[in-house]
């Protein structure tokens, strides 16, 4: 069974540039959480999509957009980057929406914004 | 609303003695409450969570956690530490009643063990 994966593992930006960053569920898991961690933090949640629609969002400004694609895989989209915006960003992905559901989480994509 | 206090943002032991790193959560409903473990360079692994069954949750590797609601608690205990469990710990709270995934997560304790 293959576990989340994530893609890319690293990215660096300049900032004012647009990234995206791609995660592939578990199988069998249709929902999506998507975690932003700073160095030296415990993760933020900035969204999580549940069968293509998001089911929840964050502190996060619209400049961070998700998607969910039928296959359950997702990608995040984040517009006019700030230098803030250099963090780790997880994605966890579970059987169903819900707080008992355990989120599994993939090895994240580590940011750096010029 | 909900949240986590880590007491402890470093913890050292020697390898073989106790491991206790604390937890205290915040939540106006009943929560269920994580421990995440995060080795360097990588994502969250589940170590135990609590989803208002018993209140002493075994987890992996040894570790186990027990619910107190009189003291807010959820303290993570190992009886024996061992080189490899140096690494990031985080403590989560979900509302329990939530129908979103929206895990809030501590600050984080980082466990050094000696030799």
């Known amino acids: 069974e293959t576990g989340v994966t994530q893609s890319p593992t690293h990215l660096i930006k300049t900032r004012g540039q647009q990234v995206t960053l791609r995660c592939s569920s578990q199988s069998g898991h249709n929902t999506v959480s998507w975690y932003q961690q700073a160095l030296g933090q415990g993760p933020q949640f900035i969204f999580q999509?549940?069968?293509?629609?998001?089911?929840g969002r964050g502190n996060f400004p619209p400049r961070f957009s998700g998607l969910q694609f039928p296959n359950y895989s997702s990608e995040l989209n984040v517009n006019a980057l700030e230098l803030d915006d250099s963090a780790l960003y997880l994605c966890?992905?579970?059987?169903?929406?819900?707080?008992?559901?355990?989120?599994?989480f993939g090895p994240g994509t580590r940011l750096l914004v010029l | 609303a909900q949240s986590v206090t880590q007491l402890g943002s470093h913890v050292s032991v020697s390898e073989g003695a106790l491991v206790l790193l604390r937890c205290n959560y915040s939540s106006s409903v009943p929560p269920y409450l994580f421990w995440y473990v995060q080795y360097p360079n990588q994502g969250l692994q589940l170590l135990l969570k609590y989803t208002s069954a018993a209140t002493l949750v075994k987890g992996i590797n040894g570790f186990e956690a027990e619910f107190k609601k009189s003291e807010t608690s959820f303290h993570l205990t190992k009886p024996s530490a061992h080189m490899s469990d140096a690494a990031e710990y985080f403590c989560a709270v979900i509302r329990g009643s939530s129908n979103t995934g929206k895990l809030i997560f501590g600050q984080g304790t980082t466990l050094q063990v000696k030799p």
């Open positions: 966890a992905s579970s059987p169903q929406r819900g707080a008992r559901e355990t989120q599994y």
């Open positions: 999509y549940y069968r293509e629609e998001e089911n």
